[in-house]
């Protein structure tokens, strides 16, 4: 069995009611069988259970935190025993996000009380994906109407949206998707995500490419979502048109692989992605021999003005760096934040690809 554990997360009225019909749909056709576990504090708050009905904030959290817990190790109790090939289990928020709705001291109590580490917490999911709220850049559709436990207004939607992309932030597969367009485009984002990380068929994105002054990471350690993680990835011969890359991402002295092929159609990327264990990475790059091409890079992950930008930095390179971004229009304009620099746009120029840039550093 291909058992899998994702979280679906957001700020208050992001769409994440309507995104679990989308996935029911979308994977069950794809041969998963697909289980929910529904929203702790929404039953909880329903029910009585809330906060401001509980002694403090902290009792409130700590019995929260366990009943999320139990659900989940049960949900994948019970897919266990279940006849099937492929399971995805999709929760609605995680245990990261009681983060969001408390102090760090608070948060540490509940770690001890539950007996678990916030890295043990995070590695429970596979993969996070984050749906923005509509109060930030869709406010006109944020609303009560879905929702009886909801009580924030728009102002703390948006701050509580900003909480949870910090509290998530530092799992390696962590996604978010913004309010760039309208709903139904919104959810087709999440559906493409969720099945490129599951390694189904996608439909290409397009890639922009932008080389930019080294920036000051300090500065871009300061704007929302910012990650930084190490990688070190390796390119091995294939006997086809596609390309074979392996890469191993350090984030918090965390290793995890990845094994990725890709090919391109119609100017356009296509990519089916896997998960790899150490023995499996290491006999790989064995096995790659004279051949191998192999690239570090430390990759800086960042949101501004509604967009997702990667910023590459290469040992080679001390004056500069290269920016990615992935949008869904070919004329899809680019906001670039002010802290980076633009010397110029090099989508497609093959000398800043990394297969020519690990040439580079093998020199």
């Not at 996935?23 to 289980?35: E, H, I, P, R, W």
Request: with cysteine; net charge negative.
């Amino acid at each position: 069995m291909k058992l899998t554990k994702i979280v679906i997360t957001g700020g208050p009225s992001a769409g994440k009611t309507t995104a679990m019909s989308w996935v029911q749909n979308a994977f069950s056709k794809l041969g998963y069988t697909v289980l929910f576990v529904p929203e702790t504090a929404t039953e909880f708050i329903t029910g009585g259970v809330a906060p401001w009905t509980c002694g403090t904030n902290l009792d409130y959290q700590k019995v929260q935190m366990e009943l999320q817990l139990t659900k989940e190790r049960l949900f994948e109790k019970a897919a266990r025993t279940m006849k099937a090939e492929k399971v995805l289990i999709v929760c609605d928020r995680g245990a990261i996000d009681n983060r969001a709705y408390m102090n760090d001291e608070e948060f540490a109590a509940v770690l001890q009380e539950v007996g678990k580490t916030e890295e043990e917490l995070l590695l429970s999911y596979d993969a996070v994906f984050h749906l923005v709220s509509a109060a930030k850049g869709a406010e006109e559709f944020y609303t009560y109407a879905n929702n009886a436990a909801r009580y924030e207004t728009v102002s703390q939607a948006v701050l509580m949206d900003d909480r949870l992309i910090e509290a998530w932030k530092k799992h390696p597969r962590h996604c978010v998707i913004d309010n760039s367009v309208e709903l139904r485009e919104k959810l087709k984002k999440l559906i493409a995500a969720i099945r490129d990380f599951l390694g189904e068929p996608a439909p290409p994105e397009i890639e922009r490419k932008f080389l930019v002054e080294m920036p000051d990471l300090e500065a871009l350690a300061e704007l929302p979502g910012f990650r930084r993680v190490e990688i070190e990835q390796a390119y091995l011969p294939t006997t086809n048109d596609e390309k074979l890359r392996v890469r191993k991402w350090v984030e918090n002295g965390q290793a995890i692989y990845y094994k990725t092929r890709r090919r391109r159609l119609n100017g356009k990327k296509l990519e089916v992605e896997e998960r790899l264990t150490q023995r499996s990475y290491k006999e790989m790059l064995e096995e790659a021999g004279d051949a191998l091409q192999l690239l570090h890079k430390t990759r800086c992950s960042l949101q501004y003005d509604g967009q997702q930008f990667n910023v590459n930095i290469y040992p080679f390179w001390t004056d500069k760096a290269i920016v990615k971004i992935e949008l869904n229009e070919e004329d899809g304009e680019v906001r670039l934040p002010p802290e980076l620099k633009l010397i110029r746009e090099v989508t497609g120029q093959v000398e800043y690809k990394d297969y020519t840039l690990a040439a580079l550093e093998k020199a």
